[in-house]
């Protein structure tokens, strides 16, 4: 049974569709009026192997903030309702990717409890023309809406561009172990539950 979800979210600022599924191959077509944003969505879905289609409209001529933001809460919408009660998956994911002098770190848990944390030192950055803060935003909007807890960070880095991609990277190898399919049936928890 291939386990995806579309999610649909329209507010005063945004208006998205995102289609997620998580027994894919990388495939992706992403608009989100936001060039740098696409191209880190992308990466996402090639390094998670699931496929990722969005078309996000958002009030570009504020900033991009309500349209990143929203689309990591579609995000972790359509990721926790195509895993469903989680069972039989692997539940915990991590990984390091380096992008040349950057290296992130990303550790999860499909726990049903949305928490993110990490240092991420883009806040203060403009990264092909966006602001490095939003970025964040959207790990953040992923974790909560998705019942993911998120450890993200960076150990080193100097470019923007390569930091930001490496924790998308990280991020999305994380997610695509987390989410694998075990042997076993059950629920990965003592509780029974996730």
């Known amino acids: 049974m291939t386990r995806s979800a579309e999610i649909n979210r329209e507010t ?10 998580v027994d894919g191959t990388g495939r992706s077509d992403v608009k989100t009026g936001i060039g ?10 090639r390094h998670s192997k ?23 809460i ?11 009660d989680k069972r039989g998956v692997t539940r ?7 992008m040349d002098e950057a290296l992130a770190r990303a550790s999860l848990d499909l726990s049903g409890r949305g928490f993110f944390t990490g240092d991420v030192p883009l806040a203060s950055l403009r990264i092909s023309g966006m602001d490095g803060h939003v970025l964040l935003e959207f790990f953040k909007a ?24 490496a924790a998308f ?18 629920i990965p928890s003592t509780k029974g539950m996730l």
């Open 12 to 21: 005063r600022e945004t208006k998205i569709r995102l289609a997620l599924n």
């Open 169 to 186: 990277k990280s991020f999305a190898r994380a997610l695509c172990m987390a989410s694998a399919r075990t042997d076993g049936a059950g």
């Open 92 to 98: 915990f994911g991590w990984a390091f990717c380096p």
């Open 142 to 165: 992923a974790a909560l809406s998705g019942g993911i807890t998120l450890h993200l960070d960076m150990v080193r880095g100097e470019n923007g561009h390569h930091m930001a991609e």
């Open 36 to 45: 740098f944003f696409d191209h880190m969505l992308e990466t996402l879905a």
């Open 74 to 84: 579609c995000f972790g919408e359509a990721l926790k309702k195509a895993l469903g």
């Open 50 to 72: 699931m496929d990722l289609d969005i078309r996000a409209e958002g009030d570009l001529r504020v900033d991009e903030h309500h349209t990143v933001e929203d689309v990591g």
